[in-house]
T-cell receptor, first 110, second 113 residues
């Protein structure tokens, strides 16, 4: 079983829509969680960390559900510039290994 | 500006040739990582290092070698034993402590001539 699993999509949504991605992780010892954004042929860039109480950064909201072992990312009022692949990343308690999902592809359509 | 620098941006390898990809960071991070990404695929860990003069194999270490002689530098050598080296190679670093994310260089694209 993979450490981190994501729905690969693609998600095609109109501008202004709200879209949500989920990501499940298999190891209950997972300690910290992140969402990265990766544009085509570019490196992943940190979008936001995910905190136990949930956190928001502008149009982006991240949630963590430890009991069910999943994290989510909600994007409100989608913009064309949100089109990218979103990677879910989980870090183990020792802080040294990161496990990546394969990414969820989002295309925002005019 | 602090960051991670990978070079070259594009690299071409001939059959039977070893090539070395450079990764330098000035973030004072303890941990450094090398990943490989194939088209439409996720990141796969090649090697990682938590401290100078120490490194561990990741999931796909065969055909690759690394060194960590300085905290700032973690070069990756793609040897001739790696039969399918064409991929996007990403170097990352992190403080190595809990709750701290990784930061990535802008990658090296390696192709076979």
């Amino acid at each position: 079983r993979k450490e981190v699993e994501q729905d690969p999509g693609p998600f095609n949504v109109p501008e202004g829509a709200t879209v949500a991605f989920n990501c499940t992780y298999s190891n209950s010892a997972s300690q910290s969680f992140f969402w990265y954004r990766q544009d085509c042929r570019k490196e992943p860039k940190l979008l936001m960390s995910v905190y136990s109480s949930g956190n928001e950064d502008g149009r982006f909201t991240a949630q963590l559900n430890r009991a069910s072992q999943y994290i989510s990312l909600l994007i409100r009022d989608s913009k064309l510039s949100d089109s990218a692949t979103y990677l879910c990343v989980v870090n183990m308690r020792n802080g040294n290994q990161f496990y990546f999902g394969t990414g969820t592809s989002l295309t925002v359509i005019p | 500006d602090g960051g991670i620098t990978q070079s070259p941006k594009y690299l071409f390898r001939k059959e039977g040739q070893n090539v070395t990809l450079s990764c330098e960071q000035n973030l004072n991070h303890d941990a450094m990582y090398w990943y490989r990404q194939d088209p439409g695929q996720g990141l796969r860990l090649i090697y990682y290092s938590q401290i100078v003069n120490d490194f561990q194999k990741g999931d796909i270490a065969e055909g690759y070698s690394v060194s960590r002689e300085k905290k700032e530098s973690f070069p990756l050598t793609v040897t001739s034993a790696q039969k399918n080296p064409t991929a996007f190679y990403l170097c990352a670093s992190s403080p190595g402590t809990e709750y701290q994310p990784q930061h990535f260089g802008d990658g090296t694209r390696l192709s076979i001539l």
